[in-house]
């Protein structure tokens, strides 16, 4: 970090100013091109794995990450279907489902559900570029939260790329309102905020709001272990369509009515909306990019999510690409030549 200095050393002058027939013989000034550091796309350094249930599928998947090359962005491939390995890339437009968790998908519909969480973790270690094998169609759910999958990438450690960092601007606001929900983006300056309010019946949530300004550290501390969340009598209606097959108290918080189920209780007193805070997060990083706006949801889910950066990704007006600066606390970002669409 360079804490936003630009250093200039000066050489040793000792002026007497009492003296008037004291000038100084000679001054050193020198200027060093010292300037923020453009940050570089990062990888993981080696690849690694783990494995778990996936929570509405309930099979058991292997996930794998591996380095991948700068500009490749987050893609994923099924390992387990003949004549499978299509890479799907984690973008917006692979998405194809988000009702209940997000799925993408190759044009022959083949499919990664629930990519939300890792998606976050990965926005969270600031990963720009990674290949994700599974063998199943979903993605373990491990814990519910983030915090597995930012420990692997942890473990593998990162390397940098040469290549720079750009990130998405919000440049005009933009919201939509469904009834209860609303979810909106509008510029802000040299962060991701996101602020969320949800508001349940059941008494264990209940109204809870929370904001945070993106960064590793409050995404690691604040926000990477908050689980997802379900009501008793929505998981017993799920496993009657057959989904939530692989939901357990293990890989859920699950609420009925006042109580909380998990004998541990809660990570956070308000983890349900820290939760959603995440899954955010996970679904914006669609875009391919880290994000320079303030998002706000109430009471909104994947859907609104992903409908809302659609809108915003079709008006060339409203957002631009800028390159990253190492260039703390704030930030600085420097202007960097519009793209003309995204990939
Ligand atoms: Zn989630």
């Avoid at 809302?308 to 390159?323: K, N, S």
């Amino acid at each position: 970090m360079l804490g936003g200095m630009f250093l200039k050393e000066f050489g040793a002058m000792n002026l007497d100013f009492s003296n008037p027939n004291h000038k100084p013989q000679s001054v050193h000034f020198s200027a060093p091109a010292v300037f923020p550091r453009s940050v570089s796309q990062k990888t993981l350094k080696t690849s690694i794995g783990c494995t778990g249930v996936g929570l509405h599928s309930g099979w058991r998947v292997g996930l794998k990450l591996h380095p991948a090359a700068a500009n490749t962005g987050i893609v994923f491939r099924r390992v387990d279907l003949i004549g499978g390995g299509t890479e799907i890339p984690a973008r917006w437009n692979s998405v194809t489902d988000s009702r209940l968790c997000t799925v993408i998908a190759d044009e022959r519909g083949v499919s990664v559900a629930t990519v939300e969480h890792l998606m976050a973790a990965f926005y969270g270690m600031g990963v720009d570029n990674a290949l994700v094998e599974v063998n199943g169609p979903e993605v373990p759910a491990m814990d519910g939260s983030s915090w597995p999958f930012m420990f692997l990438m942890e473990c593998a450690g990162l390397v940098e790329l040469q290549a720079p960092r750009k990130a998405l601007r919000i440049r005009k606001p933009k919201s939509f309102t469904n009834g209860t929900k609303r979810v909106s983006f509008t510029p802000s300056q040299g962060e991701l905020r996101i602020d969320f309010e949800i508001d349940f019946k059941a008494a264990a949530i209940g109204r809870q709001v929370c904001s945070f300004g993106v960064t590793s550290e409050t995404f690691k501390t604040e926000i990477s272990r908050a689980r997802t969340f379900g009501l008793l009598s929505e998981v017993t209606a799920l496993r009657e369509a057959g989904l939530a097959r692989g939901g357990s108290l293990e890989n859920a918080i699950v609420v009925d009515g006042d109580r909380i189920l998990n004998d541990a209780g809660l990570r956070h007193a308000n983890e349900f909306v820290r939760h959603k805070v995440l899954d955010a997060i996970g679904d914006l990083y669609l875009c391919g990019h880290p994000i320079i706006g303030h998002f706000s949801g109430t009471c909104s889910s994947h859907a609104d999510t992903s409908r809302l950066m659609q809108q915003v990704l079709a008006d060339p007006q409203g957002w631009d690409m800028i390159d990253v600066y190492d260039d703390t606390p704030a930030a600085v970002w420097h202007e960097a030549q519009p793209l003309a669409a995204m990939a």
